[in-house]
């Protein structure tokens, strides 16, 4: 049954600690991406990867960071530096990078900072 | 970034009703795709559109690519309560560019 897994779904962190997000697919992507949700905002990228070994800063990347070791999984840290971290944070992949490839969503993790 | 104007914001509809919403840009896109996103969850990839005037349909929705290639338009017919939920639109520029999304549309269908 393949798909985009993410967990956990929500997840609570104490001010001042990172706290790292899973993202895991067997779709055999190439691609995959991190958004955050908030309220009213629509989806921000955070970062994406194109292949293994290799990723980029979206329009929101400061205060998170990420690795692309394995092409099945894209882990999300969100750290300290992040001023407001409480958010609904989405995972994707597509096949690859090419014009036109669509993007599939995992379940998403709810972050709740305390 | 890029931006995509997503209209409108919120709608109310009685069951049964038809729907209609749309996203503009003063860009061009390559590609034009519809999600939706129930609460709580990932979004879901309705409608994909890759080239300008193409008009799909998936069931009860019916999305088309613009002309212009400056915007795009999706229709509900029929409207269910499972309707309910936020539809997303998405742009890609051109390749090897990152999905630009609009803000979303919260349809709630009253039985």
């Known amino acids: 049954d393949g798909g985009i897994t993410q967990s956990p779904k929500y997840l609570f962190r104490k001010e001042g600690q990172n706290v790292t997000l899973s993202c895991e697919q067997n779709l055999n992507h190439d691609a995959m991406y991190w958004y955050r949700q908030d309220p009213g905002q629509g989806l921000r990228l955070i970062y994406y990867?194109?292949?293994?070994?290799?990723?980029q800063k979206g329009d929101i990347a400061e205060g998170y960071s990420v690795s692309r070791e394995k092409k099945e999984s894209f882990p999300l840290t969100v750290t300290s530096a992040q001023k407001n971290p409480t958010a609904f944070y989405l995972c994707?992949?597509?096949?690859?990078?090419?014009?036109?490839?669509?993007?599939?969503f995992g379940p998403g993790t709810r972050l709740l900072v305390l | 970034g890029q931006q995509l104007n997503q209209s409108p914001q919120s709608m109310f509809i009685q069951e049964g009703e038809d729907v209609s919403m749309n996203c503009t840009s003063s860009s061009i896109f390559n590609t034009w795709l519809w999600y939706k996103q129930d609460p709580g969850e990932g979004p879901v990839l309705l409608i994909a559109?890759?080239?300008?005037?193409e008009l799909t349909s998936n069931g009860r929705l019916t999305a088309q690519f613009g002309i212009t290639r400056k915007d795009s338009f999706l229709n509900i017919s029929a409207s269910i309560p499972s309707d309910v939920g936020i539809y997303f639109c998405?742009?890609?520029?051109?390749?090897?560019?990152?999905?630009?999304f609009g803000k979303g549309t919260r349809l709630s269908v009253i039985a």
């Open positions: 559109l890759y080239k300008a005037g």
């Open positions: 994707a992949s597509s096949i690859d990078w090419r014009d036109g490839e669509t993007q599939y």
């Open positions: 990867s194109q292949i293994v070994n290799d990723f």
């Open positions: 998405a742009g890609q520029l051109r390749g090897n560019t990152p999905l630009v």
